[in-house]
């Protein structure tokens, strides 16, 4: 029996626009950097997203409504940060970090950095971007 070694997991990358996209889209969700640093090791569920566990948790800023939340969190699922978590029965209410945003929070964590505030010109490109579904 031959024994082999598992393949280092290779470092994915991304065109430019892709990276510049989420990384926007991160800047202008009403999440902070703690949500990001736990979504990167485990899953987490709606339910300390939304209403005040979440601001309590330092997740958000402000409570926010479970429509509200859900409502970010599947825009950073279409821009290929964040992904749901599956279970045997089928789609859950946790979350999670893909390869993209771990790649863009790990960078923002190396750099010190919270989630950095959105210029104007983001939220311009964001709001267009999720109207549109363009850039």
């Not at 926007?24 to 979504?39: E, G, I, N, V």
């Not at 750099?111 to 964001?126: F, H, K, S």
């Amino acid at each position: 029996m031959t024994v082999t070694k598992p393949q280092e997991a290779k470092s994915l990358t991304y065109p430019k626009k892709t990276i510049e996209r989420a990384s926007r889209a991160l800047r202008c969700s009403p999440f902070q950097m703690p949500l990001f640093a736990t979504m990167g090791r485990q899953s987490v569920d709606m339910g300390a997203i939304a209403s005040t566990k979440g601001a309590n948790l330092q997740y958000t800023l402000s409570p926010l409504s479970e429509l509200a939340a859900e409502n970010a969190l599947m825009w950073l699922i279409q821009v290929g940060v964040l992904r749901r978590e599956v279970d045997g029965q089928g789609i859950t209410d946790s979350f999670r970090l893909t390869p993209l945003g771990h790649q863009i929070i790990e960078q923002w964590q190396a750099q010190g950095l919270v989630v950095p505030p959105p210029t104007w010109r983001d939220r311009i490109y964001n709001a267009l971007s999720r109207w549109l579904r363009i850039f």
